[in-house]
Structure formats: structure tokens, C-alpha cells
């Protein structure tokens, strides 16, 4: 039997491969808010909002009645939002030459997980392409950048029960 992701997020604090688990259904999730906030800096943010889900798991609390995915959307995505200020913050100082030629190559500094969580992100959004029903297919794009099942479901025509199950398949 599959646990939710409330289970996972639980789980997550003291089991390993729950939290990998959890990570691994999110990772689409945060690769697609990455992209759609900015395109330019999507990588950047995605370390950013893998660093959020972490943060959900971590602080969960299935008694303040959320979902986690409510919960971890909204971590993931402030995470995000708080990176873009501190990167506007920062691109507004004048940067010394030094400073500059430190800073040249980036690539370097991007862990190898997150390089392989990228590539399996765009693996699970090829497959999820070819898989998935048309409208499951839309809810889950809609989810992946952040709507709630209410603003889906205003969105498409669907209630939100109507939404939540489709969620249900597609994560599946």
C-alpha cells in the first residue's frame, strides 16, 4: 500500500527513504514552479524549492489541518520568492573584478543530486506527457505551478473533489 504524502511527510523525520520518496514526488513540482517564476534563474530556484520541500517535511503538522501538498506548495514557493528578492538585493551591488572572475563559472557550484533530480524531473515530465489522461494531465500541470484544487477547478470546469481525484491518478 502507497503512503500519502501526509504519512511520508511524517515519516520523513526520522526515515531516509521516506524523505526520498517524498522528494521524488515533488521534484516535478519544483522543477515546473522553477521554470514558470524564471526561466533564466530556474535551476538556481529549483535548489531553492527542493530546499523548501525539505523545510515542509521537516515543520509538517498534520493537526493545523492542511494537506501537505497545500503546506509544501506554499514553503516551496516562498523559498523561491525569498531567493529572487535576495538575488535582486544583490545584482543591484557592483561586483569588483575579482569578485567577477570567482563567480565566471557557476556550473561548479551545482551539486550533482541536483543536477540528477533535474534530469529526472524532465524523465517524469516526458513519461507523464505520454501517460496521463488529457485532463489529468492539465490538473497536474495546474498544481505544478501552484494553483490550489479550488483555482484548478475554477479553471477547468471541475469541482475540487473532481480535481483531487484526478491529482489521485495522475500521482499514481
Known amino acids: ?16 527513504n521516506a524523505m526520498s520518496e517524498l522528494l521524488s514526488r515533488y521534484t516535478f513540482v519544483v522543477y515546473s514552479k522553477a521554470w514558470a517564476i524564471s526561466p533564466e534563474f530556474h535551476e538556481d530556484l529549483f535548489q531553492e524549492g527542493l530546499m523548501g ?6 515543520t509538517y503538522d498534520p493537526d493545523k489541518g492542511a494537506g501537505f501538498a497545500t503546506y509544501a506548495n506554499r514553503c516551496i514557493k516562498n523559498r523561491m520568492i525569498n531567493a529572487i528578492k535576495k538575488l535582486d538585493s544583490f545584482q543591484e551591488e557592483p561586483l569588483d573584478e575579482e569578485t ?16 540528477e533530480q533535474k534530469e529526472r524531473a524532465q524523465e517524469i515530465n516526458k513519461k507523464a506527457a505520454t501517460v496521463l489522461s488529457d485532463k489529468e494531465w492539465r490538473v497536474f500541470r495546474l498544481f ?29
Open 53 to 58: 520541500c525539505l523545510a515542509a517535511a521537516k
Open 144 to 172: 505544478s505551478v501552484g494553483l490550489s484544487y479550488e483555482e484548478i477547478g475554477y479553471e477547468l470546469g471541475m469541482t475540487p473533489k473532481q480535481v483531487n481525484n484526478a491529482m489521485q491518478r495522475a500521482r499514481k
Open 1 to 16: 500500500m502507497e503512503l500519502s504524502d501526509e504519512e511520508l511527510a511524517v515519516l520523513s523525520r526520522t526515515d531516509k
Open 100 to 115: 567577477e572572475n570567482m563567480c565566471a563559472d557557476k556550473s561548479e557550484l551545482i551539486p550533482y543530486n541536483v543536477l
